[in-house]
């Protein structure tokens, strides 16, 4: 029986010739400012992370989302939206944390500016994405993830002292590299009223 004949499809199974959007993955943070931003993540790599180099160091508004060109497009209108009714505000990350036994991740607590992260993440995710979490919202500045324990032990002990303080006048949007690194694609300034 001679019927029509399928369309090829390469090996990500879309149809061959087709140019065909695959989903973005992006994500939303306060990068840490020159030269902390990259002490921590060298402390991180000292610790043995392999994400020391592949993650600036950061704190997290919105967490690894997938998403296609039209919500990507109406998000990257919503950030602008977010930072323009949103002040500058100051952070002091001060001594360390963990989320053990939950998750084994040790991390620089977030000390002042806790409330402005906040409004910030619940803003973010009050627009066109969606985005169930799958722990409670708590700013922090991951230094050591995916390593043995007595890895962990160091990275608390180590930085239990660490404290500094700097001024947020924006956020960036990232995407996530085909290399798994995380890149800035845009920055938002937060309004100084």
């Given at each position: ?97 963990t989320f053990r036994p939950l998750s084994d991740v040790v991390f620089i607590q977030v000390a002042q500016g806790v ?40 990275a608390f002990d180590d930085l239990a002292d660490y404290s500094v303080a700097f001024k947020v006048g924006s956020f960036?949007?990232?995407?996530l590299g085909d290399d798994g690194v995380w890149r800035p694609v845009h920055e938002y300034a937060l309004s100084e009223?």
């Amino acid at each position: 029986m001679n019927g029509p004949t399928e369309p090829a499809l390469d090996r990500f199974g879309t149809v061959e010739g087709v140019s065909v959007a695959r989903p973005t993955t992006i994500g939303v943070s306060i990068p840490i400012p020159a030269p902390h931003g990259e002490y921590l993540q060298q402390r991180r790599d000292d610790f043995g992370d392999p994400a020391a180099w592949q993650i600036p160091a950061h704190i997290t508004l919105l967490p690894p989302t997938e998403v296609d060109e039209e919500a990507y497009a109406a998000f990257r209108s919503h950030c602008a939206a977010v930072a323009a009714v949103q002040a500058s505000f100051s952070v002091v990350l001060r001594g360390t944390g963990t989320f053990r036994p939950l998750s084994d991740v040790v991390f620089i607590q977030v000390a002042q500016g806790v409330s402005n992260c906040e409004a910030l993440e619940v803003a973010l995710r009050s627009g066109p994405i969606h985005r169930d979490l799958d722990f409670y919202y708590h700013p922090h500045v991951t230094v050591a993830h995916n390593v043995p324990a007595d890895a962990l032990d160091k990275a608390f002990d180590d930085l239990a002292d660490y404290s500094v303080a700097f001024k947020v006048g924006s956020f960036h949007l990232y995407e996530l590299g085909d290399d798994g690194v995380w890149r800035p694609v845009h920055e938002y300034a937060l309004s100084e009223g």
